[in-house]
């Protein structure tokens, strides 16, 4: 995105030194393929540091950095280790990391994870007081501190293969210097080799170091390496010619973008990786080769005890749906004991209309809970017009909203509601799948609650903003996967611990439910609000030098969950399907190499509010957030990029996973996902400040692709989520 903005000015009359001009002795290195780089974490969203808490210091490994990861990525190898608060971190090159510690005493480490090791093997504590020490860095056999009054001092490393030399003062300069000032100045300070970069306003400035005598001498002027970059607040430089930055954690982007060359920065990949959020900082080398045309390893790979079959594709259809054509669930009281003997109040919810005029559903029957708290409801033969109507438009299937209604013996009313679907025996395959996913769904028992209504205002956009649910929406990585949700969620804050079952004092938990007198009117609806947002539908996966592809085309075929409000907090209540008679085509083809992206489409949602009036003229209300028909806003893309999911692939994924899900794929061939049911993704969208969950039907028009590269060195692995790939996997990832 920053190509377009990327300048290169030479400054008027000054040469450029070679990035290889070495005037500062430096002990002889060989040229590396992948240089380690160190993120002190950051909790997204807070900014660079966690109040008062230890902070983790991560390792990662650049691979490809010559060419700025073009060919490869930047891994996770798991090590780590507590940085006290208040230590500042930054690193010397070839293994070796200083602390400087609240207190200022300044320590080296060594890195020796690589030999088995620590990753901070202590080297030597100095005898010096850091604590005037505003910013610090090094290259390895020069240490460079702006001091607390402006000045730059220059220390010498004796030792900077280790970190165990003296570090002894080599001379300083003053504060009125064109490049001290930089360095005071800037957003972040960096050196590789004898070049010192500046990060400031989105340009990044070369100043070419070297030394008259003992006496540090900087050029008047930095040269202008790119400008534009205006969210990069973090760089660094594995070695010459290559040129790292990283977008902040307070936006929770966490976005590393590379860049190559010595007297202007061209883009060279505009995502090497998603959700690194910290201060990086790089080892670096005095040289930079090509990787080798291999697949990224952390250490040797284990000893397979069998070789994994082939992956073929499988166009045939899925297994056939169990009874689409019924609505069941399944409702508890607060102590799990099942309701038995409730009346369930089956009522058809796709129908209500979009203005705010308020409707009276249509009930499609009545049924009675067992006495495990299960009820059946065979969808009728001849469906009301209206419910026909909506079911066509919604691809076949009937989306219901089931209810039971009662009180406690001390008065208390008592609601359950749960979201169902089922789809008649004309309707297309696809309703019958869906149907019958939905009926996988209404297996988790619906939860019968004290009807505590809120009667606070609405909230404002900005008050969604601060929910539990926004944050995760505003996450670059998928950090949720399938885990399960919160039972509770604030639309406005943090996930609440209150107990729902908790009324006036009084636990309702184990009280029996009876039947409300004089019963309850059929629900009334009306919408309150609506807005698209972009949903989760799809994801793809492509280690190495394959490629990703996902199809969302034709019609749509999803489930999403509902959320209902109890008080002041809201639960998943059930599920609806997503079917559409309209043809749309979106999805992303042959991403890759390093690539693994969710993909979003545009969906309206709806806040409905519900109402009904029970015996002795109380009226109850209640409200939901429902997923309805596909939407592109004015103006808005058909679709778009997701989460970044590529920290579930690579090597330490695929040796963790079953070896029965593993299977590859041979070279320039390809295999697909086109029938069964996706994973069901927790954080699929974030509609009015509640995250809810959504999973994908595949078949012809919707898929999950890898096709893999001509390279030799490896074989393109597979591996299924939840099964082998050729059984229900859900998804498969990439090594």
């Not at 909506?390 to 009313?413: D, F």
């Amino acid at each position: 995105m920053h190509a377009a903005c990327l300048t290169a000015l030479l400054a008027g009359g000054i040469t450029i030194p070679s990035p290889l001009f070495s005037p500062v002795a430096q002990a002889a290195e060989s040229c590396r393929s992948h240089v380690a780089a160190y993120v002190m974490e950051a909790t997204p969203g807070t900014g660079w540091t966690n109040v008062a808490k230890p902070r983790l210091l991560r390792k990662y490994v650049d691979w490809d950095p010559k060419n700025g990861d073009t060919n490869g990525t930047m891994l996770d190898t798991g090590k780590t280790a507590q940085i006290p608060y208040g230590s500042r971190v930054f690193t010397g090159g070839q293994g070796v990391i200083y602390e400087i510690t609240n207190e200022g005493v300044l320590k080296s480490y060594k890195d020796k994870t690589d030999t088995g090791g620590s990753l901070l093997a202590p080297a030597r504590t100095y005898d010096v007081n850091w604590t005037t020490r505003k910013r610090v860095w090094s290259n390895g056999s020069r240490i460079f501190s702006v001091h607390e009054g402006g000045k730059l001092e220059v220390f010498k490393q004796s030792d900077p293969a280790t970190g165990a030399g003296t570090v002894s003062l080599l001379g300083t300069l003053p504060s009125d210097r064109p490049g001290v000032l930089a360095f005071k100045n800037a957003d972040d300070v960096w050196a590789a080799g004898n070049r010192i970069f500046t990060l400031k306003d989105g340009e990044i400035r070369a100043w070419d170091y070297r030394e008259e005598g003992t006496i540090p001498v900087l050029p008047d002027s930095g040269v202008l390496l790119a400008s534009g970059l205006t969210d990069a607040v973090n760089g660094w430089s594995p070695g010459p010619g290559s040129v790292y930055t990283a977008t902040s954690a307070r936006d929770y982007s966490g976005i590393v973008r590379s860049y190559t060359g010595t007297t202007a920065l061209a883009l060279a990949n505009d995502d090497v990786m998603t959700g690194l959020y910290g201060d990086v900082f790089a080892d670096t080398a005095s040289c930079l080769v090509d990787a080798p045309d291999t697949k990224p390893l952390l250490g040797s790979m284990p000893t397979e005890t069998e070789t994994p079959p082939p992956a073929v594709t499988d166009d045939t259809a899925g297994s056939e749906p169990v009874d689409p054509a019924q609505f069941s669930g399944k409702f508890v009281l607060g102590d799990g004991r099942p309701a038995a003997g409730m009346t369930v109040r089956v009522e058809a919810d796709n129908v209500t209309e979009e203005s705010a005029t308020e409707s009276e559903l249509t009930t499609l029957g009545t049924a009675t809970t067992a006495s495990d708290g299960t009820w059946k409801l065979e969808l009728p033969a001849t469906l009301p017009a209206s419910v026909s109507s909506a079911a066509a438009e919604n691809g076949g299937a009937v989306n219901a909203m089931a209810s039971v209604m009662g009180k406690t013996s001390t008065g208390v009313p008592m609601r359950g509601v749960d979201h169902v679907t089922a789809a008649p025996a004309t309707a297309p395959a696809t309703a019958q799948a869906l149907a019958a996913t939905a009926a996988e769904d209404s297996a988790k028992p619906a939860p019968v609650l004290p009807l505590v209504e809120d009667t606070a205002p609405q909230p404002t956009e900005q008050e969604y903003t601060q929910s539990w649910g926004a944050q995760q929406e505003a996450l670059a990585q998928d950090t949720l996967g399938d885990s399960p949700l919160p039972m509770w969620q604030s639309d406005v804050g943090n996930p609440s611990n209150a107990d729902p079952y908790m009324v006036g004092g009084v636990d309702t938990k184990r009280m029996s439910i009876e039947p409300y007198d004089g019963g309850c009117d059929k629900t009334s609806e009306k919408v309150v609000d609506k807005k698209t947002y972009y949903t989760t539908v799809a994801e793809g996966h492509a280690y190495w030098d394959a490629k990703a592809s996902v199809d969302y085309d034709q019609k749509l075929a999803s489930n999403m969950e509902v959320a209902v409000k109890t008080g002041s907090n809201w639960s998943i209540q059930g599920s609806v399907t997503l079917g559409s008679s309209m043809s749309v085509t979106t999805g992303y083809t042959n991403r890759g190499p390093h690539f693994a992206k969710q993909w979003k489409v545009p969906i309206q949602y709806k806040k409905i509010k519900m109402i009904w009036k029970c015996g002795g003229g109380n009226t109850f209300t209640q409200y939901k957030i429902q997923a309805g028909k596909y939407h592109v806003p004015a103006g808005g893309a058909t679709g778009k990029y997701g989460k970044d999911v590529r920290n579930k692939d690579g090597m330490t994924a695929y040796y963790n996973s079953p070896k029965s899900h593993r299977a590859y794929v041979e070279r320039g061939a390809y295999f697909q996902l086109s029938k069964n049911r996706s994973i069901k993704w927790s954080g699929a969208v974030t509609a009015f400040g509640v995250t809810l969950g959504g999973s994908t039907q595949f078949d012809r028009e919707h898929k999950q692709r890898i096709t893999a590269g001509m390279k030799t060195g490896s074989r393109h692995d597979i591996w299924g989520k939840n099964d082998r790939v050729s059984g229900k996997p859900g998804i498969f990832f990439s090594f």
